[in-house]
């Protein structure tokens, strides 16, 4: 069975029935006058042997159906001015980014994601952080599932 994670790209896949995932992107910065902001969001999901790139979204609103009962992983790009920190480990250490999953309860909430790598390229640090979801209540077929992304940098 397939599920939907709604950030409303929609695969032309036959899909039997389907759980969907909303996404809204916010920043505590407001994009401020650094330019500091989430670049991208990665959907990937666990077949039982291999990771695969179900979506990369870089905007709100839109949604990409999974299969449902498998680990969902989420990779959340972000990009911080190299004014604020003087090293890969200071701009890892003045960013977070947070995320919500409902489907009218919590599933996560404000569930901080992890980060995985960290480079400099110009003037900016890019951060990738990332959560899984493989814990017991995998999406389920039906349930559409809300979720949104939160960045905070030089907190």
């Known amino acids: 069975m397939k599920v939907k994670l709604a950030i409303m790209i929609v695969t032309s896949m036959l899909i039997l029935a389907f759980a969907s995932f909303n996404w809204q992107i916010g920043t505590v910065l407001a994009i401020d006058a650094y330019n500091n902001d989430i670049t991208h969001i990665e959907i990937w999901q666990y077949n039982g042997t291999s990771w695969n790139l179900k979506a990369n979204f870089t ?71 990332q959560g899984i979801w493989n814990v017991t209540g995998y999406p389920q077929s039906g349930v559409t599932y809300s979720c949104t992304v939160l960045y905070q940098g030089y907190y």
């Open 59 to 129: 905007s709100s609103g839109q949604s990409v159906r999974v299969v449902d009962g498998q680990a969902v992983k989420f990779i959340v790009g972000i990009k911080f001015s190299n004014a604020l920190a003087s090293s890969s480990s200071e701009a890892i250490s003045f960013t977070r980014v947070y995320m919500n999953i409902t489907d009218g309860g919590s599933i996560w909430n404000n569930k901080e994601l992890n980060n995985t790598s960290c480079s400099l390229v110009g003037s900016f640090y890019y951060l990738k952080e």
